[in-house]
């Protein structure tokens, strides 16, 4: 996975907003993922069109401190989860 690939969710997982929790989360049929501030952004923008490198150069301005190779390791984590799926790249 480069900062050229594009990512986006895998069939039966979705983003979703736990009251309880005050916090973006993850779901899929195993369970639920609660995500940082700056994951739910990145996972946010993970439709398949947009490549890493275009997710990054968004947030650089968003989030203070972002760096694109921390994107790229974010979606090779979640890719290993079987919870995005590789697009291109």
Known sequence: MTLGSSVRLRPGVRLGYD??????????????????????????????????????????GEFDGVAADEIVELAARLVTLHLVEIVDG
Not at 31 to 37: D, K, M, P, Q, T
Not at 51 to 56: D, G, M, N, T, V
């Open 19 to 60: 009251r309880a929790r005050s916090a973006t989360v993850l779901l899929y049929p195993e369970g639920v993922l609660v995500l940082n501030e700056t994951a739910a952004a990145v996972l946010a923008r993970v439709d398949g069109s947009a490549s890493l490198a275009e997710i990054a150069g968004d947030l650089t």
